[in-house]
């Protein structure tokens, strides 16, 4: 699983803008020359406050938000501005889990269903649809008699299963995970970010997982970048990033963190004060 050469992902100076009603009035600037890169077989975790810019960020690769400015490269190609049929061909390699596992799945369709969607649209049916099916869901840890229920049947984590299930039915090589565990309780965030990680290990699928959460960041990814008002203020490996952050605001991130021991907790709501405090001495 190499991470050198060509990047798989390349974000190029990218600025997006949201027009309000009225054209009169000013355009909303989301996201501020950003930049950034996903290897082969990388996970790269994207982490910032609501607001920040994350999703926008998100959206945009997957061709949902228009760019005004910068540059989207897949595998060296230019993807920014790509039509409606580059984006079909696009959809095989690129996929998508969204945050939340009871609204992202179509409650009137049967799991067999849900998985074999893609792989119609593929020009996949029949005998090895199913076969397909099948293994998608051994794959993420799901009995095979999972197929012919309802997701109304299925616990949270059980439904994030059958969406990551989904994303891979393509066989992608980049899938865009936007808060994947947020919606889910700790001890079966825990599962599904297993399963992440073992899926990577044997697919080598590149991922970019979009968090609020530093330390889903720190079970997952290889690297990590910090979003703050629509830019990247910090960026490198996990580890140097989380134990030795060089921002104020990665720091607060890391502080806002939850913890079990209420001793540590009060320590870390007087670490912000202080922080909070120096800054506006500044």
Request: proline letters at 4%.
């Amino acid at each position: 699983m190499s991470r050198e050469g060509t990047a798989l992902l390349q974000v190029e100076d990218l600025e997006v803008e949201y027009r309000k009603a009225g054209w009169r009035k000013p355009a909303n600037r989301v996201l501020h020359h950003v930049s950034l890169s996903i290897q082969e077989g990388e996970t790269l975790g994207l982490v910032g406050e609501s607001g920040s810019g994350k999703t926008t960020l998100g959206r945009s690769i997957l061709g949902l938000v228009p760019v005004a400015s910068g540059r989207i490269l897949y595998a060296g190609r230019d993807i920014t501005h790509a039509r409606r049929r580059e984006r079909r061909a696009l959809a095989k390699e690129i996929q998508v889990v969204f945050q939340d596992p009871y609204s992202s799945l179509n409650p009137s369709l049967l799991v067999s269903d849900i998985l074999s969607e893609p792989l119609r649209a593929a020009g996949i049916g029949g005998t090895e649809a199913r076969r397909r099916v099948r293994e998608l869901l051994d794959r993420v840890g799901m009995p095979s008699d999972a197929s012919e229920r309802y997701p109304v049947e299925f616990s949270g984590g059980q439904r994030q299963r059958i969406a990551i299930a989904r994303a891979l039915a393509l066989e992608p090589r980049l899938i865009i995970c936007d808060e994947p565990v947020s919606a889910l309780d700790l001890s079966t965030q825990a599962r599904v970010l297993d399963l992440l990680i073992d899926i990577q290990e044997r697919t080598g699928v590149a991922l970019l997982v979009i968090s609020h959460d530093l330390s889903v960041v720190r079970a997952v990814c290889h690297r990590v970048a910090v979003m703050y008002q629509g830019e990247i203020v910090e960026h490198g490996a996990t580890g140097a990033v989380i134990d030795h952050p060089t921002q104020a605001y990665t720091r607060k991130l890391l502080l806002a963190a939850p913890v079990s021991d209420p001793d540590e907790q009060r320590e870390r709501r007087e670490a912000r004060r202080l922080l909070a405090e120096s800054e506006s001495v500044l």
